[in-house]
């Protein structure tokens, strides 16, 4: 069966601290796809990364880096020197075709960056 | 990256009434749409996966009687909660991808709240 975990209900940190989000996932599939969205206050979802589950290589976007390993199915999300602005909802979702495509979402970790 | 609109943002409606929820692709065609919804401090739910020309998906435990969707061509799709109750109030979104293994581009989402 298809399922996301993100353990962390909430973490608070201060600017500039590093933070990782963890992402479980288990899945039956050998080819399936990992996103992970930012939802702000706002409420509008974000996409920041898909990775496919041929791809284990580690991907760096700015302050942002995602960790991809299957060993331990696990997708987890770092923010390095971490902002203000980055306080949001952070979800992980998992895509698989079981009959028919659809996503899966982790329950989310809200983020708290304080000044 | 692509564009995906909602209308109305946020609506209104007395119990009893029946309200429409447009999702839009403005900048590409959306085979597949998605409709989720959301509680406050909640994940997102998939209520249902559709198809352009096909009849939706819906999710084990998701009303299709109560909550119809329109997909007709490949920039529209339309969820109609028929007979709104105060338990359906809640945050509806919609997403929509050109392929379902590709990111979902999320609509801003609706907020419906029913009196």
């Known amino acids: 069966a298809q399922k996301v975990t993100q353990a962390q209900t909430e973490i608070s940190v201060v600017e500039k601290e590093d933070v990782t989000l963890d992402c479980v996932y288990e899945?039956?599939?050998?080819?399936?796809?990992l996103f992970w969205y930012k939802q702000p206050p706002s409420g509008e979802l974000v996409f920041l990364i898909r990775?496919?589950?041929?791809?284990?290589q580690n991907e760096i976007s700015g302050r942002y880096s995602w960790n991809f390993q299957k060993s331990t199915s696990s997708f987890n999300f770092t923010i390095t020197a971490s902002q203000v602005v980055d306080s949001a909802v952070y979800f992980c979702?998992?895509?698989?075709?079981?009959?028919?495509?659809?996503?899966?979402f982790g329950a989310g970790t809200r983020l708290f960056v304080k000044a | 990256g692509a564009v995906v609109s909602q209308h109305p943002s946020w609506v209104i409606c007395k119990s009893g009434t029946s309200v429409k929820i447009e999702c839009r692709s403005l900048?590409?065609?959306?085979?597949?749409m998605f409709w989720y919804r959301q509680f406050p401090k909640q994940s997102l739910m998939l209520m249902a996966t559709?198809?352009?020309?096909?009849?939706?998906?819906?999710e084990q435990g998701v009303e299709k009687d109560k909550f119809l969707i329109n997909h007709a061509s490949l920039t529209l799709s339309t969820l109609t909660v028929t007979s709104a109750h105060p338990e359906d109030s809640s945050f509806y979104i919609c997403?929509?991808?050109?392929?379902?293994?590709?990111?979902?581009?999320f609509g801003p989402g609706t907020r419906l709240t029913v009196l």
């Open positions: 997403s929509a991808s050109e392929n379902p293994y590709n990111e979902q581009f």
């Open positions: 899945t039956r599939d050998t080819t399936y796809y």
């Open positions: 990775r496919n589950s041929f791809d284990e």
């Open positions: 979702a998992l895509s698989e075709n079981t009959g028919g495509f659809k996503t899966i």
């Open positions: 900048d590409f065609q959306a085979t597949t």
């Open positions: 559709s198809n352009e020309g096909s009849k939706a998906t819906y």
